[in-house]
């Protein structure tokens, strides 16, 4: 059973709009990079049903300005090639 106590220390607060670039992983294969003011709702979009995005982790790189992020995105999307990203 797992232990609330260390889980609830290990967890990292929600604090505003998680501005940045989001890396969906399935297990250890990057499969899909984006961007957005939000990225925790810009993921949960990814969990529709109608998604072809399999993935079962994520993480992303905090960017608050809008033209870095869009940057940032498209440097990484051309230099790793994600299989669900069309370049």
């Known amino acids: 059973m797992a232990n609330i106590k260390e889980l609830n220390q290990a ?3 929600l604090v505003g709009a998680c501005s940045g670039v ?6 250890d294969e990057l499969v899909y ?3 957005g ?3 925790l709702l ?3 979009e990814h969990t529709r ?5 399999v993935f079962n982790k ?3 790189i905090r960017i608050e300005d809008e033209e870095e992020r869009k940057d940032r995105e498209r440097e990484l999307r051309a230099q790793l090639k994600p299989r669900f990203n069309k370049i």
Do not use: M
Request: aromatic share 24%.
């Open 11 to 13: 967890s990292i607060a």
């Open 22 to 27: 989001y890396f969906l992983f399935d297990d």
């Open 33 to 35: 990079i984006g961007q």
């Open 37 to 39: 003011w939000n990225c």
């Open 42 to 44: 810009r993921v949960a």
């Open 49 to 53: 049903k109608d998604s072809n995005k």
């Open 58 to 60: 994520w993480n992303f």
